[in-house]
């Protein structure tokens, strides 16, 4: 049998799953964390901690039918401005539920598009974070840019502020293929915020590309990344086009004719795969790229890769704290999600409350399968000596979980007293066989394609 023919037989090309970037996945919190435990978690961080920051900004000039964020669109920089006072308030508001002398060693700017914000708007908001969590000589602050969102003036706020990674969208060149996803942005356009992201001192370059998307070719798609490599960029993260109307309303734009079925989908991500691989980039979980020089590389070789809510990374705190409507907090007790609706966010903070929405208070083995997925997804190995080391369990009860996992994958995972072991051409099967790990129920419509 043929590798696509085991694959098929594990179900890869029928199953919908969690992506995992945490576990349980989102689509399982529930109402169990209040406001009080909220702040309970925020105060019982060390003081002196460093952790890590994320900034959620949920406007975008227009909406891109293939994105599933969770944004809205807006023609006024009123409604933005406004968003921008209430934030400010946010982050006074958990400054002040913290202990003394915690810092940030992450921040990252995202959304919607944060370079939707006015220059005035960002140089405010990033002292207002600046102020509440001092950044060190070591601290990284990314930002996501949209290359038609972007021009000197915010450029300059975001270099004044100290930006260290810019991350731009790019989804795929082919302009057929731009049209078809209402989502257009010529090569001329990004290269133009490239050179101008470069030209401020700011070198370290994130892009994102899909595969999956409605009429992509190999053909295509290889141009596509062709184009891409002439920026040069540091990482690039090749995500899975998800298709989910039921969830993502304007997606239902999208004409399903066009979309490629599953095993094509593998069949472009292995062509994208191969192209970056001759350009010498290394592939980092199941769906990064990286140049050899790049600290994800760098984390990958040396085993400190991580996984959270951006994918990949070499964050290593185990605080992160999200804000803005939607965002995810991460403790080592548990996750929080503020208010989901801009509206809610924003009228409990103006009330100086936490906008506390849904979480999940860490119980039972929670916190070993998630250290379990994310060492399958990092490092295609599930370390037994590793979680023992770690204080997540017995030997015993670690080599039971794994052992019934690796059952569910005859001949293509291995399994033996030191661990799980995924070798390189089951690679595919990674979300599925975290779902194996994964004790809750999960139901298919709320998640994307396996592959
Ligand atoms: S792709 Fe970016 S600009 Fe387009 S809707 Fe999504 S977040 Fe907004």
Partial sequence: MDQYSQLRRFGLFDANVPRYTSYPPASKFNDAVTPDIHRQWLGAIRPGAQVSIYLHIPFCRRLCWFCACRTQGTRSLSPVSAYVDTLIQEIATIRAAL??????????????????????DIVR???????????????????????????????????????????IGVQDFDPEIQTIIGREQSYDVTLAAVEGIRARGIH????????????????????????????????IALYGYAHVPWMAKRQALIPTDDLPGPETRLRLFETAQETLAWDGYRQIGIDHFA?????????????????????????????????????????PQGFVQNQAATAKYQKAVRADALPTGRGHVFGG??????????MLMCDFHISVDGLVAERLGSAKRIRGI???????????????????????????????????????????SGHSSAI
């Fill in 204 to 235: 370290s370059l994130n892009t994102d590309l899909l595969y999956g998307l409605p009429k992509q070719t190999r053909a295509r798609i290889a141009s596509s990344i062709q184009m891409l490599l002439s920026l040069n960029p540091d990482r």
């Fill in 365 to 374: 083995d929670d916190v070993l399968r998630a250290r379990m997925i994310e």
């Fill in 99 to 120: 202990p003394d002398g915690v810092q940030a060693a992450r921040i990252h700017w995202g959304g919607g598009t944060p370079t939707l914000l006015p220059p005035d």
């Fill in 125 to 167: 908001l990033s002292d207002a974070v600046l102020t509440a969590f001092p950044t060190t000589s070591a601290s990284e602050i990314s930002v996501e840019i949209d290359p038609n969102e972007i021009d000197a003036p915010r450029l300059d706020a975001l270099a004044r502020m100290g930006m260290t990674r810019a991350s």
């Fill in 402 to 444: 794994l052992r019934r996992a690796a059952d569910a994958f005859p001949g293509q995972v291995h399994y033996s007293a030191d661990g799980l072991h995924v070798p390189d051409r089951a690679h595919p099967l990674a979300r599925l066989i975290a779902r194996q790990l994964d004790a809750y129920e999960i139901e298919p």
């Fill in 291 to 331: 140049r050899s020089s790049d600290s994800l590389t760098q984390a990958a070789e040396q085993g400190r890769l991580r996984r959270n809510f951006q994918g990949y990374t070499d964050d290593i705190c185990d605080v992160l704290i999200g804000l803005g409507a939607s965002a995810i907090s991460k403790f």
